[in-house]
T-cell receptor
């Protein structure tokens, strides 16, 4: 079965640089969610999109933006990177939310040096 | 806002024994979903079990079962016949009905000892 695909798997950036993370949800899933997980922490919700429209917003910094495209893939754009942005970034997708459950990608590990 | 509390930061269990992980949550909603996710050292987030709040019957998936107490807002996970591969971080999570994001607890790090 198709899973949630994230790219790249690993990314190393310098402070003040820009990074773009990509997520390809499971086909026919209607909602995409982005999470940030720091070392030893629980995943923190950043932002979500339902049918290509922003639906919920969490603790996403103003330096970050995201969008969902016509083919349903989503991108998280991160600018003016800081050392504290180093984390594992997960994308998840769902169809009708919790009714059918949420499927997570393998994550993108971002390291800011 | 919904909150999820896992009061056991770390637990350990002998191989083949049974262990129970605790989770409580706070919500004013009547219809919602509860989940346990497993995160092994690979950091992949894997769904273990899911419970619908409107179902009184506790969910079961092979060696994993839950004790869902809606009035007490409690959702514990029982792992029977623990295996070395069960060693992981376990997150309890909550979602409202609809396309709402998951809210996670802080996690419980489980170590299965041979």
């Amino acid at each position: 079965a198709a899973g949630v695909i994230q790219s790249p798997r690993h990314l190393i950036k310098e402070k003040r640089e820009t990074a773009t993370l990509k997520c390809y949800p499971i086909p026919r899933h209607d909602t995409v969610y982005w999470y940030q997980q720091g070392p030893g922490q629980d995943p923190q919700f950043l932002i979500s999109f339902y049918e290509k429209m922003q639906s919920d917003k969490g603790s996403i910094p103003d330096r970050f933006s995201a969008q969902q495209f016509s083919d349903y893939h989503s991108e998280l754009n991160m600018s003016s990177l800081e050392l504290g942005d180093s984390a594992l970034y997960f994308c998840a997708s769902s169809f009708q939310g919790g009714y059918y459950g949420y499927t997570f990608g393998s994550g993108t590990r971002l390291t800011v040096v | 806002a919904q909150t999820v509390t896992q009061s056991q930061p770390e637990m350990s269990v002998q191989e083949a024994e049974t262990v129970t992980l605790s989770c409580t949550y706070d919500t004013s909603e009547n219809n919602y979903y509860l989940f346990w996710y497993k995160q092994p050292p690979s950091r992949q987030m894997i769904l273990v079990i899911r419970q619908e709040a409107y179902k009184q019957q506790n969910a079961t998936e092979n060696r994993f079962s839950v004790n869902f107490q809606k009035a007490a807002k409690s959702f514990s996970l029982k792992i029977s016949d623990s295996q070395l591969g069960d060693t992981a971080m376990y997150f309890c999570a909550f979602s409202n009905s609809g396309n709402t994001p998951l809210v996670f607890g802080k996690g419980t790090r489980l170590s299965v000892i041979a």
